[in-house]
């Protein structure tokens, strides 16, 4: 979001957060238990969601590495993600042919507020 940071999921069920000035590896975001296929860095930088193959969203905290909390919803593995330029929304979208709209303050499943069908 500052340009100085970037994150990537991988096949091995982790992120990773990069110093874009040295490519260092800053840290290794860990608790999916399947492929993450896609994450993004919220704009304020300090946090970041990604989507996985375990069906589930997270939300991290970029500057500790821990997981803010974990979405469910989806019933099978969820392919993309993005984020309002607020914070406030996310959505997801996932191999059912679905997607879903997220009130991201809350920390329940509770917070879906959009179920979008129809591809």
Known sequence: ?????????????????WNLFNG???RTLIGHFGRVNCCTVFC???RAISVSDDWSQKVWDLFTGNEVYSLGGHC??????????????AISGSGDCTLK???LPR??????????QGH
């Open 107 to 116: 920390t329940t499943t509770e917070n879906k507020i959009w179920y979008l």
């Open 101 to 103: 709209m997220w009130d």
């Open 44 to 46: 304020d930088g300090t």
């Open 76 to 89: 099978v593995p969820v392919l993309c993600c993005a984020v309002y330029a607020n914070g406030t929304r």
């Open 1 to 17: 979001a500052n340009g100085t940071r970037a994150i990537s999921g991988s096949d091995d069920n982790t992120l990773r957060v």
């Open 24 to 26: 260092e590896e800053i």
